[in-house]
């Protein structure tokens, strides 16, 4: 899927994929994640700042390309990172949570983000705090 992307959009040769997202290993829910990118829908990721460091990954950049693969690997769709920012917890507007596609409201969004990063926290060493800084991803499908 990689190569026939690059070919169409006419990117150079030696453009690369930075990455792979499943939705699917995350959750119960991850069928209906993958749905919602797909239909455009989804659009935003958050994910704790101390995760990164924690798993000594590197932060996104704004313009790299990511895999959307689905639970046996297999490749669903091609994203594009279009921004990625650094955000305090308390400082999340609803604009950007509604981005995730996943809540009714930003007390809904809070409540399940606190309990994600609370049981985050508890296996990679941190505590939850209203402050606690988040890396706020937008994306788009660009090929599917």
Same mark, same amino acid.
């Given at each position: ?11 150079? $040769? ?22 919602? =990118? ?8 958050? /994910?704790?700042? *101390?995760?990164? /460091? =924690? ?13 959307? =693969? ?6 669903? *769709? ?19 949570? /509604? $981005? ?7 007390? *809904?969004?809070? /409540? !399940? ?8 926290? *508890? ?5 939850? !705090?209203?402050?606690? +800084?988040? =890396?706020? $991803? ?5 090929? +599917?």
């Amino acid at each position: 899927m990689w190569e026939k992307f690059k070919k169409k959009a006419g990117l150079p $040769q030696d453009t690369f994929l930075t990455a792979e997202i499943c939705f699917e290993d995350e959750s119960i829910n991850g069928a209906a994640k993958m749905a919602l =990118v797909l239909a455009g829908k989804k659009t935003a990721i958050f /994910s704790s700042l *101390a995760t990164f /460091s =924690v798993d000594g990954e590197p932060m996104p950049v704004s313009g790299e390309y990511y895999a959307l =693969v689905d639970k046996n690997g297999k490749d669903v *769709a091609i994203l594009e990172m279009e921004t990625v920012n650094i955000i305090p917890f308390c400082d999340v507007t609803w604009g950007m949570a /509604s $981005q995730e596609a996943e809540d009714e409201n930003l007390e *809904a969004w809070k /409540s !399940r983000m606190e309990e994600i990063l609370t049981d985050e926290g *508890a296996i990679t060493g941190f505590d939850f !705090r209203p402050d606690i +800084k988040l =890396v706020f $991803q937008t994306f788009k499908v660009v090929y +599917k």
